[in-house]
């Protein structure tokens, strides 16, 4: 099944997003993105894209993006959540948990509540996440075990998306084989191309679900064989 993603950029550049087209009508299901591009924020769309989703009948997932804190969010959410607060590795796993529940507010609030939320793991010019060293990418991955136990105790499946050289950079080698994978190929000519992410092992070791491609004007995404929205 073909389909594709959507996010800020397909609003109107007046709240900053780039005016990019929603998808063709014909489209067979849609991933949402919650996130203006970091956690903690929203996509100023986000209500008239779950209106398209509604009024068109597609099946839909979410994403939403993985961040690491700043010192203020960090001191504005380390401190709440399942983990120890007197420890950094419990206040980071805190944030993430906190990334998850800012994003699922912004569903709550349009009685939304798609099957799956997927997990934008990648580097980012704005909030760069911390590389370098191996403590460095443990402390990523706490951030991130936070945010995928959020959406888990909030009853919503999750998996990640990335890629292998961005998943490498932020957390180094770590393997969750049993988390599914939404794995993009790039930007690719044709859409066969793409089917070359499904059956490879994956940048974390998780079934790779879905793969997507892009160009200059949209996201595309495939199912791989066995997964059906």
């Known amino acids: 099944m073909f389909g594709h993603d959507v996010s ?4 109107p550049s007046a709240v900053g997003g780039y005016g990019l087209p929603m998808p063709p009508d014909s489209t067979g299901f849609v991933i949402l993105g919650l996130t203006h591009g970091l956690a903690f924020t929203e996509n100023p769309c986000l209500a008239d894209q779950v209106g398209w989703v509604r009024d068109h009948g597609t099946p839909s997932h979410a994403y939403a ?3 690491f804190p700043t010192e203020s969010q ?14 950094r590795s ?6 993430g948990y906190a990334e998850a529940e800012f994003a699922l507010a912004s569903m709550d609030r349009l009685g939304w509540r798609p099957p799956m939320v997927w997990i934008d793991v990648e580097p980012r010019r704005a909030q760069p996440w911390p590389t370098g060293s191996a403590t460095r990418e443990e402390e990523n991955r ?7 136990r959020g959406l888990q105790d909030h009853g919503f499946a999750h998996g990640l998306y990335s890629y292998a050289a961005g998943w490498h950079e932020i957390t180094g ?9 939404w794995a993009t190929a790039g930007r690719l000519d044709h859409p066969d191309e793409a089917l070359d992410r499904c ?3 994956s940048f974390s070791g998780g079934p ?12 595309y995404d495939r199912t791989c064989s066995g997964f059906y929205f």
């Open 90 to 95: 419990g206040q980071l796993r805190n944030v």
């Open 65 to 67: 993006m993985g961040t």
């Open 74 to 87: 960090l001191a504005a959410h380390g401190d709440h959540g399942p983990w120890e607060t007197s420890t």
């Open 208 to 219: 790779v679900y879905i793969a997507q491609w892009y160009d200059d004007t949209r996201d």
């Open 142 to 148: 706490f951030v991130l075990e936070g945010l995928m």
């Open 8 to 11: 800020w950029p397909q609003c």
């Open 199 to 201: 059956s490879p092992p």
């Open 173 to 181: 080698d770590w393997r969750l084989p049993t988390v599914p994978v």
